[in-house]
């Protein structure tokens, strides 16, 4: 069947209100995979007979899987349009979840999540480049901060769907869920998800040309400053993410059957900060707010770290903290997003995937760091958090100074 492209125009509000339901839960199938199997560490762990700390192998090349991936994606979707690369990925998620089952050891597992990112990234590359396909430059972060918040929904169900299947199957049934899932979005996505790009034959895939491409666009001082703080509150993000059953079911002594919910609370903090984030946007430019933002977040981190080197931490302080970061993580996800991808048009899918792909890798750093290191306290923790606060801070001030 052939598709025809869409342009801005020819999309009605109503079929673009489904356009972006749909791209909402692909873009969640990346976090969904990340969550959904956490409370399985210690299970896991026990069946591979390993440490829970080792899993963790399982989270970083999952990462760097989509790293790479999204760079892979990014030349694909500009060559041969969004729907063709975006189906190929599903299918790979789907048959790499259902292998996950019957890995042996923790490199098996390790290695078949890799894939598995790879088939994952397709949706989280294509939502953010149909979006800039679709909608006007000022749209762009109020309707990314629209996917961030069926995206956060993930975050908070999954981690509660795999609890309630590792305490009533096995940890194996985490994966069969994921596969039943991502039929669904191929289903959704090859009746009613349209083209949105006409494919450009002149995009060459040769690895040299591909590499200047992203060169090119890496030059870009923008997307250089953008991009560069985005990975930096990823890498946060993703550092948290990976810390998280070692937090709260380990140092806190929490409880597996509790973890879905403090973690899913935290991640309701990310969805609060993307919703208030459009009323925002509204009135306020979005570099003023993502700046504004910044200040904040730098302070919230840097006083984590104050707290974690001066006292005890406990629960009741750690965790508000955390759930604020969270929030303000929900703010700066959508607006660097939009604000790396603004100075393009016609290399949009390889800015998309760029752009992922620089967050990804800071993320795969970030959750070595954490399953390296974060043994006994929370101390390191707070140092990769207040490291990449700033940095994010750094990165966007450039950009202030260097525009006035």
């Not at 700390?53 to 760097?64: H, R």
């Not at 890995?103 to 294509?126: E, K, N, P, Q, T």
């Not at 009613?192 to 995009?203: D, Q």
Request: aromatic residues 14%; charged residues 15%; hydrophobic residues 55%.
């Amino acid at each position: 069947m052939k598709v025809k492209k869409v342009e801005k125009d020819t999309v009605s509000k109503g079929r673009k209100t489904g356009i972006i339901f749909i791209l909402g839960t692909l873009i969640a199938i990346g976090p969904f995979s990340i969550d959904a199997y956490l409370p399985a560490f210690d299970q896991i762990a026990s069946d591979f007979k390993v440490d829970t700390s080792t899993i963790g192998l399982t989270l970083t090349t999952y990462f760097i899987g989509i790293g790479l991936g999204q760079l892979a994606y990014g030349p694909l979707m500009d060559k041969y349009g969004r729907r063709k690369p975006l189906i190929a990925g599903l299918v790979l998620y789907i048959v790499t979840c259902l292998m996950c089952v019957f890995a042996y050891d923790v490199l098996s597992l390790a290695i078949l999540r890799f894939f598995m990112a790879l088939g994952a990234c397709a949706g989280m590359v294509a939502s953010k480049a149909v979006v800039r396909d679709l909608f006007e430059k000022e749209q762009v972060a109020d309707v990314l901060s629209t996917l961030m918040l069926i995206m956060g929904i993930a975050p908070i169900i999954a981690p509660t769907v795999g609890g309630v299947i590792v305490s009533t199957l096995h940890w194996e049934w985490v994966f069969y869920g994921l596969a039943i899932f991502a039929g669904i979005m191929l289903l959704n996505v090859s009746f009613f998800l349209p083209e949105s790009f006409v494919p450009n034959k002149a995009t060459r895939l040769h690895p040299l040309p591909v590499l200047r491409e992203y060169w090119g666009i890496y030059k870009n001082k923008d997307f250089f400053l953008f991009s560069s703080a985005r990975g930096f509150v990823i890498g946060m993000l993703l550092g948290y993410v990976a810390a998280a059953p070692f937090i709260f079911v380990e140092y806190f002594q929490m409880g597996t059957d509790n973890f879905g919910y403090i973690f899913g609370s935290n991640a309701a903090g990310l969805i609060a900060g993307s919703q208030v984030n459009r009323f925002f946007l509204m009135r306020y430019k979005t570099f003023d707010v993502t700046y504004v933002v910044s200040v904040l977040l730098t302070i919230v981190c840097l006083s984590l770290l104050a707290y974690g080197l001066l006292f005890d931490p406990i629960f009741w302080v750690v965790f508000p903290g955390l759930f604020l970061m969270m929030t303000l993580i929900g703010f700066q996800n959508p607006n660097t997003t939009a604000l790396a991808l603004m100075p393009f048009t016609r290399r949009a899918g390889s800015a998309s995937a760029f752009v992922g792909a620089v967050s990804m890798i800071f993320g795969s750093l970030t959750s070595w760091f954490v399953a390296t290191f974060l043994t006994t306290s929370l101390t390191p923790l707070f140092l990769l958090i207040a490291f990449c606060g700033v940095m994010a801070h750094v990165a966007i001030e450039s950009y202030r100074v260097r525009k006035q």
